[in-house]
């Protein structure tokens, strides 16, 4: 069988599949929401972008958050349908060789019913409605998710955006979350720039709770300048079923400002997908230093994925979105 390319906008999907945080538990202190550098980080990583320290931040009122909270029924969950893939940008292409093929020892992911620091994040364009992945990550605010730009902003901003931690089966364990506001960087806004492909969205509490959703689910250090060659775990949610996936693999240096990584099965939905350090099975909880999207808005086969590395530029809108 001819392994499938990817559709829709970068792994931004719909007709629904499947989806990190350190869990402070107890007494027990907070983990330091930024994972200190790789000992051994290559030169350069932290790639110069347009105006990297420069965040655009789009409010979303409370009428719209409401509304976002009205219109994701489950049978709109469920009922979600791929958007027309926008145009890849600077470096997009068939990848560099990859439509030869996986390598050999290529690994599958497994199916499980997820981890309560990673989840589904939907949202719509126009008529169209779509979701992608996305992760809660440790921060001042204790309000952060982060995900890919490209699933929240591409000639405008997304709308009806709700984060459903550890989605599965249509079930809501930990409730909807509704987005407030959204963190991208100008040159992700201005041009697209595929090393800049990551976005922190702050959350508001669903009804019924005023708690942060970070003492509600755990979440992930975020990773920053951790080098590019690491055994990792990645979480997703694809469009071939109702939970999650997640695959134990490697990921390596492809440019000097993208990662990548090959597994099978990672398809749409799975952008915005955490690439974890040290993860924790029964917690979620480890450090993110990566999501799926950046070169071709995540990759055009299923089998090999790509991330924009995270250097200054992440740190920098972090900061600015509250972390």
């Not at 030169?43 to 972008?49: I, N």
């Not at 490697?250 to 990662?259: A, I, L």
Request: with cysteine.
């Amino acid at each position: 069988m001819r392994t499938p390319a990817r559709s829709g906008p970068g792994r931004v999907t719909a007709a629904f599949t499947l989806a990190a945080a350190v869990m402070t538990a107890g007494g027990a202190a907070a983990p330091a929401a930024i994972a200190a550098p790789a000992a051994a980080a290559a030169p350069g990583v932290t790639a110069a972008a347009p105006e990297p320290g420069a965040a655009v931040v789009h409010a979303v009122s409370p009428a719209a958050q409401a509304a976002a909270a009205r219109f994701w029924t489950p049978q709109r969950m469920a009922a979600a349908r791929p958007a027309p893939r926008p145009a890849s940008g600077p470096g997009s292409g068939t990848g560099r060789g990859a439509s030869a093929g996986p390598p050999p020892g290529t690994p599958y992911p497994t199916v499980f019913t997820g981890v309560p620091t990673v989840g589904a994040l939907f949202f719509t364009t126009g008529a169209q409605q779509h979701f992608c992945t996305a992760s809660v990550v440790h921060s001042r605010t204790q309000n952060l998710v982060l995900t890919a730009a490209h699933c929240v902003y591409g000639s405008t901003y997304a709308s009806h955006i709700e984060f459903v931690p550890r989605y599965h089966y249509g079930k809501k364990p930990y409730g909807a979350w509704p987005v407030r506001a959204i963190t991208v960087a100008i040159g992700w806004q201005r041009s697209h720039d595929q090393n800049l492909d990551f976005a922190f969205l702050a959350v508001a509490p669903p009804a019924g709770t005023r708690r942060p959703i970070q003492s509600v689910t755990g979440s992930l250090r975020l990773g920053i300048n951790q080098g590019f060659a690491h055994a990792i775990e990645v979480i997703g949610y694809n469009n071939t079923g109702n939970t999650a996936i997640k695959c134990a693999t490697h990921s390596f240096r492809f440019t000097p400002h993208q990662m990548k990584f090959f597994c099978h099965d990672y398809q749409d939905g799975t952008s915005g997908g955490p690439w974890i350090l040290g993860f924790n099975p029964a917690t979620g909880t480890g450090t993110v230093f990566g999501v799926i999207g950046g070169y071709q808005r995540g990759g055009d086969y299923d089998w090999a994925s790509y991330s924009a590395y995270f250097g200054l530029p992440a740190l920098r809108l972090f900061r600015q979105a509250g972390g």
